[in-house]
């Protein structure tokens, strides 16, 4: 979900550097869940270049509610409790969001229209709190993520998000 997962890639990053120097220029890709570890790890990694978020929540608190469709009262709370007791991870602080609205990063944003576990409009909402002026949007009538194998111009923008992080 993004709790724990934000330091494995971060540890990833860190052997990469070790091992390919540190001016080696890395980004975050992820789809659904994986997108919310991709906009997590921008808040333990300053030294990420760009994110590319496919089909991402605002909140894991929001994700139960869309894929689930339950309330969040009582049983998000409920479930935070076990994994609060058990894993000592707090779902309620998993919020990308809040990583976009804090972070310098360049993030592609890209989500179908068609989406019917993620709504689009989770997109949106990230889009809108994005800290750094050159964060793209990108919306397609598909369905939920695997837009980056079925999109014919998605190295477009991804060309776009490197040219705008300085990268040629």
């Known amino acids: 979900m993004g709790f724990f997962e934000k330091y494995d890639m971060k540890a990833i990053a860190d052997w990469l550097r070790q091992r390919l ?4 220029i890395i980004g975050c890709h992820g789809e659904s869940l994986g997108a919310i570890t991709a906009l997590e790890i921008l808040g333990v ?3 990420i270049a760009f994110a590319i978020s496919d089909c991402c929540s605002t909140s894991v608190r929001k994700t139960f509610s869309d894929i689930m469709h339950l309330p969040a009262f009582p049983f998000f709370g409920f479930l935070n409790m076990l994994s609060r007791r058990f894993y000592q991870a707090n779902m309620l602080e998993i919020r990308p969001i809040d990583r976009v609205a804090t972070t310098e990063v360049p993030i592609l944003f ?18 809108a709190a994005a800290k750094n002026p050159l964060s793209r949007l990108e919306l397609f009538d598909a369905w939920h993520t695997g837009l980056s194998r079925i999109w014919d111009g998605f190295n477009d923008p991804i060309v776009g998000v490197f040219q705008h992080a300085g990268f040629r």
């Open 21 to 24: 120097g540190h001016d080696v």
């Open 45 to 47: 990694d300053e030294n």
């Open 110 to 127: 890209i989500h179908s229209t068609g989406d019917k576990p993620m709504p689009y409009t989770e997109s949106e909402k990230l889009f």
